[in-house]
């Protein structure tokens, strides 16, 4: 991938395993998050291939990555504040058409999917009460609803206190026990070394 005359990613190859938590670890300015961002469909990489269980894809934007299962987090949450969690996590995606969305139908569904990953939070809280390990949840959650099965984590412990961060990793092992692959963007060596099965550097 470039930018104008900067290579950010120079013949870079990155392969996941299916059930694995995967570590992408590099200094700042290493282009860990330009290559995320090329997987979820931000950027266009000039060259190179993508390919999902050996079959050769291409993601031209976030709808394409949904489609196929590809789901990312952002260092900077990207949540409605005024709107409850279940409105949050169903957004794009809510059940009824128009101004007839049946709220009590998307509760029920956000419900199904927190206790499906066996996350505790009330699906009606406004998102501006929640602490940041919580509004951090809801965003997987949200990529979850969707559909994701490849979950991308940039730096997501950099905004957590350390409890919030025990709390997501024994989330993050019930997410991999269940098949999904989690790329997990750090440098910090020791909750990689706590939680994740590889390494590319």
């Keep these: 991938k470039k930018f104008g005359d900067f290579k950010a990613n120079d013949d870079v190859t990155l392969k996941g395993r299916k059930g694995e938590i995967h570590a992408l670890l590099g200094e700042n300015g290493a282009g860990k998050s330009t290559l995320m961002s090329v997987l979820f469909g931000l950027y266009r990489a000039e060259e190179g291939e993508i390919k999902i269980n050996g079959k050769k894809v291409d993601i031209l934007n976030p709808n394409d990555a ?56 009330d699906p009606k809280e406004k998102i501006k009460n929640l602490p940041i390990g919580t509004r951090q949840k809801v965003e997987i959650l949200k990529a979850l609803y969707k559909g994701a099965r490849i979950l991308i984590l940039d730096e997501p412990t950099a905004v957590l206190t350390p409890q919030e961060t025990e709390e997501l990793f024994v989330e993050l092992k019930e997410l991999r026990n269940s098949g999904c692959t989690i790329i997990f963007i750090s440098h910090k060596l020791n909750e990689v070394k706590e939680i994740c099965e590889r390494i590319t550097v």
């Design 66 to 121: 949904n489609a196929l299962g590809i789901g990312m987090v952002h260092q900077h949450f990207m949540l409605v504040e005024s709107m409850s969690v279940a409105e949050n996590i169903c957004l794009g995606m809510e059940p009824g058409k128009g101004p007839l969305i049946h709220k009590k139908l998307m509760n029920e569904q956000a419900q199904e999917i927190i206790n499906q990953y066996h996350f505790v939070i």
